[in-house]
């Protein structure tokens, strides 16, 4: 699922050798006493402030939207654009990051984004702001986001052992969710009223120190290739990987379910939210405030995910984990309330969370590293290319039925995710991690 979702170290030089470790092999580390290091904490660094800047943008842009229209197909819109590179050009993005250097990548992606919102700041302040400046950025902001996101999740595991994945996804989880849903919404709500130019600038600002941070990070992070193959092999590989394995294929099905679904309902929940016509008749501030529940929700689920994994094993906590989504989602179909629709985001985040601590890190633990680039890609293909058709939809059931009967609508959508459950088992996930297909 999505937030956008989640040992010692190797050294100061950090390099694939870490992808030797697994969870069955001999010599097994500590995981309550391992170090994770500091090649990690850089890379937690730069992640915690690359989703600042997420956070801040991401609710700032449709709140800055309403200044241009009221239209939810056109507010919809943004979401649209936001996640549409996800479908067109995440398989490209997997297949480079199998070939080039993953911090790299993560390094041109931040100055991309940067250099792209700071230009939207500048037509802002020269008064030549539009809807439509809004939408160009949102696109190419999401571009470099695949690229980022894509690089980001392949370079763990040559950052950590494999063994101790789930952990440095949860502490990254922590960090990612802090920031892009606790700190940055109510900061992109307050911005936001402040002015575009601040809305813009601070997320600008908030990439380049990421990119300071990232450089920081020492080694090389480039996958060793054996042979010369074309792009449109590599991309082919990696959707065959994914396509024969059947449990990561149900867990992407599952997951683009819930990504159509919440991205239907929440492209248009800012027209529920805010203004005196509104039925929750918030301020901006309020409905950054509000948003921020769900981010008090994700940071418990980071802390329970691993402990709960231990006691209930993966399968059922997954099963748990699918419960907060569907009330997030289903919730403001009943309710304009904002204390129940707030417990209900709280909830919602940690099912997201604790979902994505233990699917993450089985998909790096049942790809073999070589692939994971593209697995990724070819995973968030699935994931999250339904991101962009779930804001389209959701902006066209407002327009015909109201903003309400999107919440009801997609709340069945969420609940269907249950009937991949007999797919996704204990006994099939260990096999995958044990025995990884190459």
Known sequence: ???????????????????????????RTDTATARLGTPFWRLWSSDGLSNLADGILKVALPLLALEF?????????????????????????????DRIDRRRMMLTANIARATIVGVIALAAA??????????????????????????AQSILPQVVKRDLLPRANARLYVAETIANQFIGPPLGGVLAAVG????????????????????????????????????????????????????????????????????AAFAVFVLYAVGPSSPMK?????????????????VAGSFVAVPLERRLGRARTIAVSMLGPALMVGV?????????????????????IMWNVIVVSFRQRATPDRLLGRVNSAYRLVAWGTMPIGAAIGGVLAQLLGVTAVFAIMTAVVLSMFLFLFVVTDAHMKAAEEHPAD
């Open 332 to 352: 403001p179909a009943l309710t304009s309330n904002a204390w129940v629709i707030g417990a209900a985001f709280f909830f919602g985040g940690a099912g997201v």
């Open 196 to 263: 575009a130019v601040a809305a813009l600038a601070t997320p600008a600002g908030l990439w380049l120190v990421a990119v300071g941070a990232l450089l920081l990070m020492r080694g090389s992070f480039k996958v060793e290739r054996t042979g010369s193959t074309t792009i449109r092999a590599d991309i082919a590989e990696g959707l065959r990987f994914l396509w024969r394995h059947s449990v990561l294929r149900a867990l992407a099905i599952m997951t683009g379910v819930f990504n159509l679904a919440s991205n």
């Open 126 to 151: 020269f008064g030549f702001g539009s809807i439509w400046i809004l939408y160009i950025g949102a696109f190419a902001v999401g571009m470099a986001e695949t690229i980022y996101d894509t690089s």
């Open 282 to 298: 918030l301020t901006e501030p309020q409905y950054g405030i509000l948003l921020t529940c769900l981010a008090i929700g994700s």
């Open 69 to 97: 229209t009221r239209s939810p197909t056109l507010i919809a819109g943004l979401a649209f654009a936001f996640t549409l590179p996800w479908l067109l050009f995440a398989l490209p993005a997997g297949a480079l990051a």
């Open 1 to 27: 699922m999505t937030s956008s979702n989640p040992s010692p170290g190797t050294g100061d030089s950090a390099t694939s050798t870490a992808n030797a470790a697994n969870p069955g092999s001999e010599g």
